[in-house]
């Protein structure tokens, strides 16, 4: 058993026994089928996790009410989805795992998606009172679709009337035994994350005068007439595992202090199990900690309710380290623990953990690109969620690795993540491979990142493991070596696969070239450094992340941009880093492009007047351009040439691991 005891020993939800203390998190996926049902694209998915030794798969959201169908999550409104559900449960359970679905009804955070289905005109989106949402971000400019989405977060709800509430718990009730007959082993009901169960929960939310508002026992009515009614449908056998938000961390909403109150009364209702997450629409960064956030972000609300409830409690909330996560359960702060991201990254994580392989575990970032619809929309929309570290996913079937029949002598050029994952996959192959790199430290930009501040804990447990995995798979790393046309033609490779990176841009203005003008990678590394007063110039990733650094030294920082602020930038991280510039009082110059450098500042345009940005040092944070020039002189110098990662177009590490990949199967 290794020394993980506490987390590999048995437990109990209700009268349903698990095989130890390791339960996935509920992820929406996006991969069913139009109306909303399940299709064979997903069983491979959770069979996997079921297979990487996993307790317990509470799978992802699912509709109980047809007036609450959204395009993003799959429906069990009808009991023609049971056979869709019944093939997920079946793929659980033959992969040794055991299975729950999650329930949800998103009352006024309907309006979000209305426009994306076809509803009728009268469906007017409901909520314990009349009030739009939360907003989590200012009007974005990017999208028809965004700000489509965005005008229609602000359409009034209509307030649930008793009868509707009646009706919604039993909608509750009938999709939790569809769940059961479908074969599913358990049930959780999403009282969570500012949707309608939560709303009802919330003091901002819910503003209602009857029995369901007013003190915490009124407001969490509802969720005990789900559970009560539920409970009476599935019968007592049948585990109910209720998820809540701990906290919404919004001043006025839900906090931990009242929700400790309410256990009792969820207990008292029918829940086998309490599910601790947190947030609401307007905190959404807390619901999947970024890389911005510790390790067990969640885990003291969690801790909160295990000392008042008298049945299991699952903690959640970016735990990635088996030690983390044995301790959580040998200190008593909860009875299970819960992997999201993790499990994305790696569905493999128990079994590594129980055996003792932490190494071996491919780790979660935190960047949140699995989320990254914005940025990745084709990717998301096309093939469900992605992740940056783990190409496969989603494509446990597809995308097997074979061991090669003719062994080939490849060259690879590049050691930044995309050239690591390659020459490994490749050397695992089977093939002859060499790893060149021209400087000598591994890694290439996520090396730089690396060092950032925000990003060292999470971006670092990449590098290690890849740096493991080329030692393991014996491949021979040539450090500090140009690779020249002449190398290549003397080395007589098969193939080359070319991962030269990217170098960072710089702007055609005056000024430019004057000494108070640096690269914010010269920042990060310590080669440069910056005055009290800064300019950063770029508003995407490295400009806010450079910018709250900066700040945190306490030096005095503006950040000027030429578009708006956060672009491309994941809308949870966007919404952590936006809150901490603001907090540290960093000036924001959106839309305001750079025109002029001179010694004791920065010229932009802002408002459509010029306008001048006093400071000692003006830090560069826009972008990077590719290095092509060795594919260019080598593209004919052996059979097989192939580029891959940012020196085909800088994009972040998710294309250069999903390339390498790619290219390292096809060779
Ligand atoms: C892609 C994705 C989809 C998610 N979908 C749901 C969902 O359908 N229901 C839910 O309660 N939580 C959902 N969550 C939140 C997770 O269940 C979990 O609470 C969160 O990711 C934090 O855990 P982690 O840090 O281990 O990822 C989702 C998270 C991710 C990353």
Same mark, same amino acid.
């Given at each position: 058993?290794?020394?993980?005891?506490?987390?590999?020993?048995?437990?109990?939800?209700?009268?349903?026994?698990?095989?130890?203390?390791?339960?996935?998190?509920?992820?929406?996926?996006?991969?069913?089928?139009?109306?909303?049902?399940?299709?064979?694209?997903?069983?491979?998915?959770? =069979?996997?996790?079921?297979? *990487? /030794?996993? $307790?317990?798969?509470?799978? %992802?959201?699912?509709?109980? &009410?047809?007036?609450? #169908?959204?395009?993003?999550?799959?429906?069990?409104?009808?009991?023609?989805?049971?056979?869709?559900?019944?093939?997920?449960?079946?793929?659980?359970?033959?992969?040794?795992?055991?299975?729950?679905?999650?329930?949800?009804?998103?009352?006024?955070?309907?309006?979000?998606?209305?426009?994306?289905?076809?509803?009728?005109?009268?469906?007017?989106?409901?909520?314990?009172?009349?009030?739009?949402?939360?907003?989590?971000?200012?009007?974005?400019?990017?999208?028809?679709?965004?700000?489509?989405?965005?005008?229609?977060?602000?359409?009034?709800?209509?307030?649930?009337?008793?009868?509707?509430?009646?009706?919604?718990?039993?909608?509750?009730?009938?999709?939790?035994?569809?769940?059961?007959?479908?074969?599913?082993? =358990?049930?959780?009901?999403? *009282? /969570?994350? $500012?949707?309608?169960?939560? %709303?009802?929960?919330?003091? &901002?939310?819910?503003? #209602?005068?009857?029995?369901?508002?007013?003190?915490?026992?009124?407001?969490?009515?509802?969720?005990?007439?789900?559970?009560?009614?539920?409970?009476?449908?599935?019968?007592?056998?049948?585990?109910?595992?209720?998820?809540?938000?701990?906290?919404?961390?919004?001043?006025?909403?839900?906090?931990?202090?009242?929700?400790?109150?309410?256990?009792?009364?969820?207990?008292?209702?029918?829940?086998?199990?309490?599910?601790?997450?947190?947030?609401?629409?307007?905190?959404?960064?807390?619901?999947?900690?970024?890389?911005?956030?510790?390790?067990?972000?969640?885990?003291?609300?969690?801790?909160?309710?295990?000392?008042?409830?008298?049945?299991?409690?699952?903690?959640?909330?970016?735990?990635?380290?088996?030690?983390? =996560?044995?301790?959580?359960?040998?200190?008593?702060?909860?009875?299970?623990?819960?992997?999201?991201?993790? &499990?994305?990254?790696?569905?493999?994580?128990?079994?590594?953990?129980?055996?003792?392989?932490?190494?071996?575990?491919?780790?979660?970032?935190?960047?949140?690109?699995?989320?990254?619809?914005?940025?990745?929309?084709?990717?998301?929309?096309?093939?469900?969620?992605?992740?940056?570290?783990?190409?496969?996913?989603?494509?446990?079937?597809?995308?097997?690795?074979?061991?090669?029949?003719?062994?080939?002598?490849?060259?690879?050029?590049?050691?930044?993540?995309?050239?690591?994952?390659?020459?490994?996959?490749?050397?695992?192959?089977?093939?002859?491979?060499?790893?060149?790199?021209?400087?000598?430290?591994?890694?290439?930009?996520?090396?730089?990142?690396?060092?950032?501040?925000?990003?060292?804990?999470?971006?670092?447990?990449?590098?290690?493991?890849?740096?493991?995995?080329?030692?393991?798979?014996?491949?021979?790393?040539?450090?500090?070596?140009?690779?020249?046309?002449?190398?290549?033609?003397?080395?007589?490779?098969?193939?080359?696969?070319?991962?030269?990176?990217?170098?960072?841009?710089?702007?055609?203005?005056?000024?430019?070239?004057?000494?108070?003008?640096?690269?914010?990678?010269?920042?990060?590394?310590?080669?440069?450094?910056?005055?009290?007063?800064?300019?950063?110039?770029?508003?995407?990733?490295?400009?806010?992340?450079?910018?709250?650094?900066?700040?945190?030294?306490?030096?005095?920082?503006?950040?000027?941009?030429?578009?708006?602020?956060?672009?491309?930038?994941?809308?949870?991280?966007?919404?952590?880093?936006?809150?901490?510039?603001?907090?540290?009082?960093?000036?924001?110059?959106?839309?305001?492009?750079?025109?002029?450098?001179?010694?004791?500042?920065?010229?932009?345009?802002?408002?459509?007047?010029?306008?001048?940005?006093?400071?000692?040092?003006?830090?560069?944070?826009?972008?990077?351009?590719?290095?092509?020039?060795?594919?260019?002189?080598?593209?004919?110098?052996?059979?097989?040439?192939?580029?891959?990662?940012?020196?085909?177009?800088?994009?972040?590490?998710?294309?250069?691991?999903?390339?390498?990949?790619?290219?390292?199967?096809?060779?």
């Amino acid at each position: 058993m290794g020394k993980l005891r506490k987390l590999f020993e048995p437990g109990r939800i209700g009268r349903m026994e698990l095989k130890n203390r390791v339960v996935m998190a509920p992820m929406g996926t996006g991969r069913h089928g139009p109306e909303g049902e399940l299709t064979d694209r997903l069983p491979e998915y959770y =069979a996997a996790r079921a297979r *990487g /030794g996993v $307790g317990l798969i509470i799978c %992802q959201s699912s509709i109980i &009410l047809w007036e609450s #169908r959204a395009p993003f999550r799959p429906c069990i409104y009808d009991d023609k989805f049971i056979p869709g559900f019944k093939m997920v449960a079946d793929a659980i359970h033959e992969a040794g795992g055991k299975a729950a679905f999650q329930l949800v009804h998103h009352g006024r955070l309907l309006t979000d998606y209305q426009s994306l289905v076809s509803h009728p005109e009268d469906i007017k989106p409901i909520a314990p009172s009349a009030l739009s949402r939360l907003l989590t971000k200012e009007a974005p400019s990017q999208s028809k679709e965004e700000v489509v989405l965005w005008v229609r977060g602000n359409i009034i709800p209509r307030q649930a009337s008793v009868e509707d509430i009646r009706r919604i718990t039993q909608g509750f009730a009938e999709a939790a035994l569809r769940v059961k007959k479908a074969g599913f082993d =358990a049930v959780e009901i999403h *009282g /969570g994350h $500012g949707y309608l169960l939560s %709303q009802f929960l919330s003091p &901002l939310a819910n503003r #209602r005068t009857d029995e369901y508002g007013g003190s915490p026992a009124n407001r969490a009515r509802f969720v005990c007439e789900v559970l009560a009614a539920t409970r009476q449908k599935v019968g007592p056998d049948f585990p109910i595992i209720l998820r809540i938000s701990g906290s919404d961390f919004l001043p006025g909403g839900i906090s931990i202090e009242e929700v400790v109150q309410q256990v009792p009364l969820f207990e008292d209702a029918g829940a086998d199990a309490l599910d601790i997450s947190a947030s609401e629409q307007g905190s959404i960064d807390w619901q999947y900690p970024s890389f911005l956030f510790p390790q067990g972000a969640l885990v003291p609300l969690a801790a909160a309710v295990k000392r008042v409830a008298k049945i299991p409690v699952i903690a959640v909330g970016k735990i990635y380290q088996p030690a983390f =996560a044995e301790d959580i359960i040998k200190s008593g702060k909860a009875d299970f623990i819960a992997l999201g991201r993790a &499990l994305l990254a790696d569905p493999q994580w128990p079994n590594k953990a129980r055996e003792g392989r932490f190494d071996d575990i491919r780790p979660c970032v935190y960047c949140l690109n699995c989320f990254n619809i914005t940025a990745h929309r084709s990717y998301v929309l096309a093939e469900g969620i992605s992740c940056s570290v783990n190409p496969r996913l989603q494509h446990e079937k597809l995308f097997v690795s074979h061991p090669t029949t003719s062994p080939k002598k490849v060259m690879v050029v590049g050691a930044g993540p995309a050239g690591m994952e390659a020459a490994r996959t490749l050397a695992e192959r089977g093939h002859k491979v060499e790893l060149y790199e021209q400087k000598d430290v591994l890694g290439g930009q996520w090396h730089i990142a690396s060092q950032q501040a925000q990003k060292k804990e999470d971006y670092s447990r990449l590098l290690t493991y890849l740096k493991r995995g080329l030692e393991k798979a014996g491949v021979p790393v040539k450090m500090n070596t140009t690779v020249t046309k002449e190398l290549v033609k003397n080395a007589k490779p098969d193939a080359v696969v070319v991962a030269t990176g990217a170098v960072p841009s710089t702007l055609d203005i005056p000024g430019i070239t004057g000494e108070n003008v640096v690269q914010a990678n010269d920042v990060i590394l310590g080669k440069k450094k910056a005055g009290q007063s800064v300019v950063v110039v770029g508003g995407r990733y490295l400009g806010m992340e450079i910018a709250d650094q900066l700040a945190s030294e306490g030096k005095k920082v503006s950040l000027a941009t030429r578009r708006e602020l956060g672009r491309a930038v994941e809308r949870n991280v966007y919404l952590t880093l936006r809150n901490r510039l603001v907090e540290k009082g960093v000036f924001l110059y959106p839309h305001s492009p750079a025109v002029e450098i001179k010694d004791n500042g920065l010229y932009i345009v802002f408002n459509n007047d010029l306008f001048f940005l006093p400071a000692d040092t003006i830090v560069l944070a826009i972008g990077a351009k590719p290095e092509k020039e060795l594919m260019e002189q080598i593209r004919n110098l052996a059979p097989e040439v192939y580029s891959i990662g940012d020196c085909v177009a800088p994009r972040d590490v998710m294309y250069a691991i999903r390339e390498a990949d790619e290219v390292a199967r096809k060779i």
